[in-house]
């Protein structure tokens, strides 16, 4: 499988959807588009967008689980658990060519995680 760098030099021009949902200074640290839903990360939080509404908005001291299932044959599926009941979970239906992008957002998502447990533990 080969790797085309212009998708990466396209996912880096694109900017948030729902610009107005950032606060003053926060920055899009990564972000996928799947499914018609965009991920986004920033250095406080996760949010994901639906259309022109966010759908879930959580820090990540309140993430409880992420999971992603790939298949063969099938789309992939991403499970977002945040922490607290009041905030249903939210599934993406991640397609082929929108998993690269996916598994780089989860990554950094990962890496944001453990920043907040390792501040938590300190």
Do not use: K
């Amino acid at each position: 499988m080969r790797c085309d760098l212009s998708d990466v030099a396209d996912r880096e021009m694109r900017s948030f959807p729902l610009p107005h949902v950032l606060q003053p200074g926060e920055v899009v640290e990564s972000q996928a588009v799947a499914g018609g839903a965009v991920i986004a990360v920033t250095e406080q939080r996760l949010v994901v967008a639906e259309s022109d509404r966010v759908v879930l908005d959580v820090p990540f001291s309140e993430l409880r689980r992420i999971q992603f299932d790939i298949e063969r044959g099938r789309d992939a599926t991403l499970v977002i658990v945040p922490e607290h009941i009041s905030n249903w979970p939210r599934i993406v239906s991640v397609p082929v060519a929108a998993l690269r992008e996916t598994a780089a957002t989860l990554a950094r998502i990962g890496e944001r995680i453990n920043d907040y447990e390792g501040d938590r533990a300190g």
